[in-house]
Structures are given as structure tokens and as C-alpha cells.
């Protein structure tokens, strides 16, 4: 029973991870219908400006956490600004193949710059000591993870529920035609959404980091896929469908590591990706739509 709960901790630790790079991946497909597979590499970006901000700058977790998140959010607007809002009225192929092509150009643009060498993330950027709860350790970072992953998730609703940019969002989401008409700024709106979007997932590199240690130029390719599937899983378009999906994927892979099936943990999110799409393809969260032909 011990074990099982120990495995649920850390499950939870890895699936906030997942949510918080999800949320970007569903905003972005709630708003212009793209799937940005280049937002596993705004992660691995993420990572490594927290990385440098915490080496070479000498800063603590929580000020390379926000430097990153700033650069990220810069950075998901000048991709979506360069890449894709050229081809707003384009079909959804030629975007999806420019977003595979976005995702290509930064992975080995950043191999060009700095080479293909893993980083070491320092070990004891985190202060907080292990706890142990009737015999379940819990490690400072898996604290500092799920608290981190949390408050953001409660941040990104209040901006989505309650304030002027997130009801732009909403609406936009909904009809953006009749968004145009009412007088929102479309442009803005969807710059906004990959701002905040790529901003969860340069937190997300930086608890990554945090949490296995090491980081390398092509490591967002399994998280971002893994988190996509959790979107997915979900419900993509749907804000709390991701987060749901990312923990859920998060305790399915530390249940299957337990059980002696470590080689199958990345292979598992795959066949819960393909049992989602036969069985409910709208996602845990979503609700089927009937279309007039």
C-alpha cells in the first residue's frame, strides 16, 4: 500500500509537469484549431534559460523561473507572429506541416548555438528537506513541483474567468468572426494565448530540470508529445480537460514504472492516445457535436 501511494506522489508530480506544457498545446488549438508541435521546444527553451539563470547568473529557483517564463512567453508570440500568422487563412495541413517545421528549426538551431552536450541542472536550487508521511517519502522537489504547477493552474483560471484578455480568449474561441464584429482584437487575443501558453511551458522546463536533473536540446520531443496525448486525453480545447489529463497520464506512467514495466512507460501514453481516439475521441471532458452535412 506504502508503494502504491509513494508511485501515486510521484505520478502526480510528473503529470503536473505534463499539464502545465498541455494547457499551451489546448489554448493555442482552442483558439486557431493548431496543433503547435513546436511547443515541446518552447519547453526545452524553457529549461534552458532557467538553466543559464541559474549558473551563469547565479540566481535562485524562483527568479530563473520567472526570467524564464517572460522568455518563452516573447518567444511563443515572435513564433506565432513569424510562423503562423501568415498563414491564419491557410488549410490546417500547411500549418500543421510549418508547426513540424518550427519544431525542427528550433531543436537544431539550438544544437548550431550551444551543440548537442546534455546539462547537469544543479541538485540543491530547492532548499525544502524530504517528508515522510506514514512511511510515503516525499521529495522537496516533488513538493515544490506540485505547488509551482498549481499555482499557475489557478493563476491561468483567474486570467481565463475573470480578467478582460481571457474573456477576449473566450470569445474568440467561440466565433471568431463574431468576435471581429463586437470589436476584439483578434491579432492580439491570439498572440496573448501563445504568450501565456509558451509562459506555462518555460515553467514546466524549469521544474523539468529540476526534477530529473538533465536537459539536452532534443528532450521536447517525449514531453511534448506525452503532453499532447494528455490534452488528448482530456479533452483538447478544454482548459481543466488538460490539466485532468496531464496528472491522469502522469500517475498511469508511475503506476506501469511500478509494476515492473519501466521499458513501456512511453509506449503506454501512445496506447492511451489510441484507446482515447477509438472509444471517446472528444476526450474525457468533451462532449460529441453533431455537424449538419
Same mark, same amino acid.
Given at each position: ?30 483558439? /486557431? ?6 511547443? +515541446? ?37 515572435? !513564433? #506565432? ?24 528549426? !528550433? ?11 546534455? #546539462? ?8 525544502? %528537506? ?5 512511511? =510515503? @517519502? ?16 489557478? =493563476? ?12 477576449? $480568449? ?9 468576435? %471581429?464584429?463586437? +470589436? ?11 504568450? !501565456? ?15 530529473? &536533473? %538533465?536537459? #539536452?536540446?532534443? $528532450? ?5 508529445? @506525452?503532453?499532447? /496525448?494528455?490534452?488528448?486525453? +482530456?479533452?483538447?480545447? !478544454? ?11 502522469? /500517475?498511469? #506512467?508511475?503506476?506501469?514504472?511500478? &509494476? ?7 509506449? =503506454?501514453?501512445?496506447? /492511451? ?21
Amino acid at each position: 500500500m506504502e508503494q502504491f501511494i509513494q508511485q501515486l506522489v510521484n505520478g502526480i508530480s510528473l503529470g503536473s509537469i505534463y499539464a502545465l506544457i498541455a494547457l499551451g498545446y489546448t489554448m493555442v488549438y482552442g483558439i /486557431v484549431k493548431l496543433i503547435n508541435f513546436a511547443h +515541446g521546444d518552447v519547453f526545452m527553451v524553457g529549461a534552458f534559460i532557467g538553466f543559464y539563470s541559474i549558473t551563469i547568473l547565479d540566481l535562485g529557483f524562483f527568479p530563473a523561473l520567472l526570467i524564464s517564463m517572460a522568455a518563452c512567453a516573447i518567444f511563443g508570440v515572435l !513564433i #506565432e507572429r513569424i510562423a503562423y500568422k501568415p498563414l491564419r487563412n491557410a488549410t490546417r495541413i500547411a500549418a500543421l506541416i510549418t508547426a513540424i517545421g518550427v519544431s525542427l528549426f !528550433i531543436e537544431y538551431g539550438t544544437i548550431y548555438i550551444r551543440g548537442a552536450q546534455p #546539462e547537469a541542472y544543479p541538485n540543491n536550487i530547492v532548499p525544502l %528537506k524530504s517528508l515522510e508521511i506514514f512511511g =510515503v @517519502k516525499i521529495s522537496g522537489q516533488s513538493i515544490m513541483i506540485l505547488a509551482v504547477s498549481i499555482f499557475l493552474m489557478i =493563476v491561468l483560471q483567474f486570467i481565463v474567468h475573470k480578467t478582460k484578455i481571457g474573456k477576449a $480568449m473566450r470569445a474568440v474561441s467561440h466565433d471568431m468572426d463574431a468576435a %471581429k464584429l463586437m +470589436g476584439i482584437n483578434v491579432n492580439n487575443t491570439i498572440s496573448a494565448t501563445f504568450a !501565456i501558453g509558451s509562459a506555462l511551458a518555460g515553467a514546466a522546463g524549469v521544474v523539468f530540470g529540476m526534477y530529473y &536533473t %538533465k536537459i #539536452e536540446p532534443l $528532450m521536447g520531443i517525449i514531453p511534448g508529445l @506525452k503532453a499532447f /496525448v494528455a490534452a488528448v486525453l +482530456g479533452g483538447i480545447g !478544454i482548459i481543466p480537460g488538460a490539466m485532468a489529463g496531464g496528472l491522469l497520464l502522469g /500517475v498511469i #506512467e508511475a503506476l506501469v514504472s511500478a &509494476t515492473g514495466g519501466s521499458l513501456w512507460r512511453d509506449a =503506454v501514453a501512445f496506447i /492511451v492516445l489510441i484507446l482515447i481516439l477509438i472509444f471517446r475521441p472528444a476526450g474525457l471532458f468533451g462532449k460529441n457535436v453533431r455537424e449538419k452535412v
